[in-house]
């Protein structure tokens, strides 16, 4: 349970008093959790989408601008920042090392710019489109993304090394431990069932995509970092959405 906890404190903003102490260990441990975190901040996505396609059936639009908008809210803009910073280093195609400074930088240069809103231009797209064609799948599918996302990120720390000496993205890579994965997966795979003969689609899609992105920033900074964990989990989100476009009819 602390490790849960643990994981929903750091990847969502509810803040949980009871924790204390927190160690490198815990957030290594914490890892396994990731998936079970994402489906909390699911829960929240799909009652916020359910009722707005109760009541709100024909504002499309309006349903995906508030969608993502709490996403941003309840995550706190955790991974978005990670993306902005992993773009801004990979499009100034430096050397390793610089690519590492530029990405350590709080500073957000035109690459985070347009990686960011290329992705929130994707994420409402897809939101706006999946509302319109089968607005009954929409919290399906809201609640399903922040898992399959977080898997992606459970699969990025366990499968490549760590590029930097330090960091807490250090922590999460050498205490997560092997089982890590397995009870991640399991996880997954439990609450992307109500999704039935499409889970597999929806589940190999945004895997498929990250660990290629995952390869990439890998061979080029020699290992990921916690930014590259915060990029992987929007990419997978933004592919499990646009995989909803083309197959929410059919559910």
Not at 107 to 121: D, H, K, N, P, T
Request: proline letters at 3%.
């Amino acid at each position: 349970m602390r490790s849960f906890l643990v994981a929903l404190q750091f990847l969502t903003r509810f803040n949980i008093k009871e924790i204390k102490g927190l160690n490198a260990e815990d957030f290594g441990r914490s890892v396994a959790f990731f998936p079970a975190a994402g489906a909390v901040l699911g829960l929240c996505y799909s009652g916020a989408a359910f009722l707005l396609a109760a009541y709100c059936p024909q504002f499309h639009l309006l349903t995906a601008a508030l969608l993502l908008v709490l996403s941003l809210y309840l995550t706190g803009g955790l991974f978005c920042d990670g993306l902005m910073d992993t773009a801004d280093g990979f499009m100034a195609r430096r050397g390793r090392e610089k690519t590492l400074e530029i990405m350590k930088d709080s500073r957000v240069g035109s690459g985070g710019v347009i990686a960011f809103f290329s992705i929130m231009l994707i994420d409402f797209s897809s939101i706006a489109e999946i509302a319109a064609a089968n607005s009954r799948v929409l919290p399906l599918v809201m609640f399903a993304m922040p898992v399959a996302g977080r898997f992606a990120t459970v699969a990025a720390i366990r499968f490549f090394p760590y590029a930097r000496n330090e960091g807490m993205g250090k922590a999460f890579r050498e205490y997560s431990g092997g089982t890590s994965l397995l009870i991640a997966l399991l996880t997954t795979a439990f609450f992307l069932s109500p999704l039935g003969v499409w889970a597999a689609v929806f589940f190999f899609a945004p895997l498929a995509l990250s660990m290629l992105f995952c390869r990439m920033a890998s061979n080029k900074l020699g290992g990921l970092t916690g930014d590259v964990y915060g990029a992987t989990c929007m990419l997978a989100e933004t592919c499990f959405l646009a995989s909803g476009v083309f197959i929410c009819g059919n559910i």
